[in-house]
């Protein structure tokens, strides 16, 4: 019997991963797996650019509007979900396809996650009371010095991820980063990664030009409604805490949206580091459709 493939669209914020997807799940009559870590929260749409209603009718989605932002929701939760589901889903499809920019949750997928330790919840919760009073900041630098390595890769703005990075290391002695270098698990699946991106000034441009798309789509008023929400690791992410702070009166509403553009910069700029630290990745255009369903053809020729 043939085996089953899972092609991995990967490639930074904005770039038109979405899009090539939904071609993809047309042209091989098959369903999406979410792999963008923000994107499974129902209470954020329109700061997270979570595909509209036509591009989920366009083809069957899955994790996207999956749980609730007061859900904690990790890596290793995903690798097992997504996983029950693949082996569900690979029982009518011979192809499936995966989309995203989190490149923790497509690793977890492909590779898979070794055992995590026991987290010492009283140094949790004093992290996040450090972070409740000091911000983001000694967080980053306890962390950067602590296991650069994980630093590294982390969404900085993001202090979900790094609190989990310094719970681990300060519970256990080990690197969270030691953690994500795991043994290769095998997979019942073959996979095929595509990564796009193009020039840098165009996909900033791309990136400018969404965020102020976003405005004009209502974000001020999503985040305002989340407001009382705001304590919760799901929304202290780009353009959610930026708003946030404007509405604290904290900045002005074009420094924030500012803020948000530049900040949507440097994680593009982080997704690329890390994916291309990938040698499995081939890299295309977003429009070079005809060329990457080429490509993905002759790997399940061979």
């Known amino acids: 019997m043939p085996q089953k493939t899972l092609i991995v669209?990967?490639?930074?914020?904005?770039?038109?991963?979405?899009?090539?997807?939904?071609?993809?799940?047309?042209?091989?009559?098959?369903?999406?797996?979410?792999?963008?870590?923000?994107?499974?929260?129902?209470e954020?749409?329109?700061?997270?650019?979570?595909?509209?209603?036509?591009?989920?009718?366009?083809?069957?989605?899955?994790?996207?509007?999956?749980?609730?932002?007061?859900?904690?929701?990790?890596?290793?939760?995903?690798?097992?979900?997504?996983?029950?589901l693949m082996d569900m889903l690979f029982s009518e499809k011979e192809v499936l396809i995966m989309v995203g920019g989190s490149g923790l949750y497509i690793n977890a997928i492909c590779n898979g996650l070794d055992e995590l330790p026991e987290i010492?919840?009283?140094i949790r919760e004093k992290l996040n009371q450090q972070f409740e009073l000091e911000g983001i900041a000694p967080i980053r630098q306890q962390l950067a010095t602590l296991d650069p390595e994980y630093f590294a890769k982390v969404d900085q703005s993001n202090p979900q991820r790094m609190i989990r990075g310094l719970e681990v290391i300060l519970s256990s002695g080990k690197k969270l980063s030691s953690f994500l270098t795991a043994h290769k698990k095998e997979?019942?699946?073959?996979?095929?990664?595509?990564?796009?991106?193009?020039?840098?000034?165009?996909?900033?441009?791309?990136?400018?030009?969404?965020?102020?798309?976003?405005?004009?789509?209502g974000l001020l008023a999503e985040v305002k409604s989340l407001e009382d929400h705001k304590h919760y690791n799901a929304l202290n992410t780009v353009g959610y805490s930026e708003l946030f702070d404007f509405l604290a009166g904290q900045t002005?509403?074009?420094?924030?949206?500012?803020?948000?553009?530049q900040n949507t910069r440097r994680f593009a700029k982080r997704q690329l580091t890390w994916?291309?630290?990938?040698?499995?990745?081939?890299?295309?255009?977003?429009?070079?459709?005809?060329?990457?369903?080429?490509?993905?053809?002759?790997q399940i020729a061979h």
Do not use: C
């Open 252 to 261: 002005t509403l074009e420094h924030a949206i500012e803020k948000i553009k």
């Open 9 to 42: 669209v990967v490639g930074p914020t904005a770039i038109g991963k979405t899009a090539l997807a939904i071609k993809l799940a047309q042209f091989y009559d098959t369903e999406i797996i979410s792999a963008d870590s923000r994107q499974f929260f129902k």
């Open 275 to 298: 994916f291309r630290k990938d040698t499995e990745i081939q890299w295309f255009e977003p429009n070079e459709t005809e060329a990457i369903i080429k490509y993905i053809n002759q």
């Open 120 to 122: 010492d919840l009283g």
């Open 44 to 84: 954020m749409a329109i700061g997270t650019a979570k595909p509209s209603a036509e591009e989920l009718a366009a083809a069957p989605h899955h994790f996207i509007n999956s749980h609730h932002i007061t859900q904690l929701f990790s890596t290793g939760d995903f690798e097992v979900e997504a996983l029950q």
């Open 187 to 217: 997979r019942p699946f073959h996979i095929i990664k595509i990564g796009l991106n193009t020039d840098r000034a165009k996909l900033y441009e791309q990136i400018n030009l969404r965020v102020d798309l976003m405005m004009q789509q």
